[in-house]
């Protein structure tokens, strides 16, 4: 765990957004000129997270990176900059109806979820991050079983089984030709764990949630987003 990646032909780094690359005080300032660094060096950069695109859409102009976004945790794959068109890999509609019942079954529970569920076109987001397990537990015996329950720190993602971080970088790879053991991913939550498991080298900057270390092949001292700059810093330098 304590190892860098090694070898020079890693291809891309797919980082997280929430917790990994933005805390609730924005950009670490150190981050931003170490993530155009390594696009400097020809490695390409690009986010995968919860997030919508419209959220995506601007800190990947700000941090002027090369690569992809994957949105909604695998749902949206928008990778204009190699010439390819926006993928929608689910139709959300299933996972609001359900986020409706949920809240027939668990008392003070908000089905409108979170603000941006406005713009999800593959899943639905609820705040009511502590009750993820009765929701997961509800739907087994509802009508809508296969359906995923998934924390991430900041809110509860209702999907379609089968759909995450991973089946969305297979689709965003496969467009680009990449090989998925050539990227290096960097996240810090539950559902980075596929796209951990999919990439070549795993770095976790937090252990807070169960099975991420576990799941990462490098876990950084610092947290957060301190995490991500100490692992750049660190990744920058033994290439120099």
Known sequence: MSKLPEGDDWEMIVFDIDGTLLDLDGFQPELIPLIRKIEEMGITVSLASGRTLPNVTPIQQVLAVSGFVVGENGGMVWDTKAGFPIRCLADGKRARDAAEWLATQIEGLDP?????????????????????????????????????????????????????????????????????????????????????????????????????????????????????????????????
Not at 124 to 133: A, G, H, P, S, V
Not at 179 to 193: E, L, R, T, Y
Not at 203 to 222: P, R
């Open 112 to 240: 409108k979820g979170i603000e941006t569920n406005r713009w999800r076109e593959t899943e639905w987001c609820l705040l009511d991050t502590e009750n993820y397990e009765r929701m997961r537990k509800a739907l087994k015996t509802s009508r809508w079983p296969d359906l995923q329950v998934v924390p991430t720190g900041f809110a509860v993602h209702i999907t379609e089984e089968g759909l995450n971080k991973s089946s969305g970088l297979r689709v965003a790879f496969e467009q680009r030709g990449i090989d998925p053991k050539k990227v290096i991913a960097v996240g810090d939550a539950s559902n980075d764990i596929p796209m951990f498991e999919l990439c070549g080298f795993a770095v976790a900057v937090n252990n807070e949630f169960k099975g991420v270390a576990e799941a990462a092949d490098y876990l950084t001292e610092a947290k957060g987003t301190l995490g991500t700059i100490e692992f750049l810093e660190q990744f920058i330098m033994s290439r120099s």
